[in-house]
């Protein structure tokens, strides 16, 4: 993807550094308020003391605020990036799309609070916030189109890379109007009848999307490596097989019992060693060599327990219970969170790493959120026999949440020093050991 996508090369820009401190501030926040909606499954006579604010509006704002703050703005660094935005003249807008994103979740948790939701869990925009929001995706889509205009004769490297750029925002521009439209409560995939959940195909279409995700994002921010082609003449040959996997599997509402889904959800198996190949080919700076490894494990946490709970009998069981809430912390805190560090510690370079680095808030981090996918799988699983379990709770249940509480403290003291650290990088200061970074494949 031209200069600035092939170097591993870090960067100070304003833009990046507001991207940075905005998802960790998001990530702070969530957590807090999922600290908060915990204490409140387990008081929930303090329900009454936040008037119509209760329990089921937070509970919105929290996991919204996870996926669209702190999951997703760290992706604004990455395409300022890989389009050369935080250069140059155009650099100055970087920092106002970052605060108009960050606007737009502000609005939208304020319908939430207010009670206004399309009901669709990830995509409950709607009235004011349904519109605001997508506005937020197509300014930044503008600021890349500019970029890509300013950047495109002065940028070194192959004509495929400038293909490439110009791919991703055909690819990116649909996006606010997709997200508009599917925000519709009138408009539902297809659904497994036997569970009301999503069918074998449609999990593995969106499994497709997160694999699509991983294998562009290095093209972005890092340096190939020579054993690269192989690896990923593979990778992308299995990605347009599965893909044609999901086309001829169609889009019907069909059981978890007919073996042409979960045999073909099986097929992602294959990634849990396609991944860590296909990342081993880049170039990464040493620093990224804990949150990488902690991606990639819980990736393959990821994978498999996402197929077993597909699994006839065991997804009977554990549908709609407490194991959910597990595997979504699973993918979201887990996977998706070390996965979002791993490319800022890209980004930011050696020197700005330490940020996101430190030892004991590695740990808080992960083993918070494992203990807190063990702890809340168990109690689903004994929900899925018993739903009195959850519904009429009593010592064991209140045990475990409890415990689920404490992780959450953990997982919130981990961010928290993490956005503390953020706010002590400033733009004006430019990073002496960051022009020689040191570099390795993973
Ligand atoms: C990056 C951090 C986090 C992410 C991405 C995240 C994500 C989520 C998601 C996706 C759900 C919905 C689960 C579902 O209904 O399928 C959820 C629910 C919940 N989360 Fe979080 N969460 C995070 C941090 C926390 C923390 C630190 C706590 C504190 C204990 C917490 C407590 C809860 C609670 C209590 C629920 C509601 C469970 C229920 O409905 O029974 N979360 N979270």
Known sequence: MGEFAQT???VRSAGVIASVQHALGWLVAGNALGVMIAILLLLPQLNPWLGEWTYGRWMMVHVNTALFGWCSVPMLALLFKAYGAHRGS??????????????????????WLQGHSSGKLFLDW??????????????????????????????RGSRAALIARLAGLLVLLPVPFVLYMVSSPNLYAAVNPETGGPTGASQLESTLGVVLIL???????????????????VAWSVFLLESALTVSLGRGDVGHHAPSQYLSLASVLVW???????????????????WRRAFLAWWVGL?????????AGVLDRVKFTDALVGHSLLAVAGFLSAYVIFVLVQILGEHDAWILNR?????????GVLAYVVVIMYAGWIEG????????????????????????????????????ASLSLNSAVSPATNNVPRVEAA
């Open 90 to 111: 155009l650099s100055t807008w970087c920092r106002p799309v970052v605060w108009l994103w960050s606007a737009s979740l502000l609005v939208g948790s304020y319908s």
């Open 359 to 367: 030892t004991w808030s590695f740990y808080a981090w992960n083993l």
């Open 272 to 290: 849990i060693a396609l991944v860590p190949a296909y990342y081993h080919c880049f170039e990464w700076n040493v620093a990224t060599r804990r």
């Open 215 to 233: 294998l562009a994002v290095p093209f972005g921010i890092a340096r190939r490596l020579s054993g690269l082609r192989s690896i990923a003449v």
């Open 126 to 155: 709607s009235g004011y916030a349904r519109v605001f929001f997508p506005l937020a995706l197509f300014v930044l889509w503008i600021l890349l189109v500019l970029a890509f205009l300013k950047n495109r004769n002065a940028q």
């Open 385 to 420: 026999a018993d739903p009195a379990f959850t519904i009429a709770p009593g010592t064991p249940r209140n045990v475990l949440y409890i415990l689920r509480l404490l992780t959450g403290i953990s997982m919130l003291a981990g961010s928290a020093e993490w956005f503390i």
């Open 8 to 10: 591993a090369e870090p």
């Open 303 to 311: 994978v498999v327990t996402g197929w077993i709970m597909f699994l």
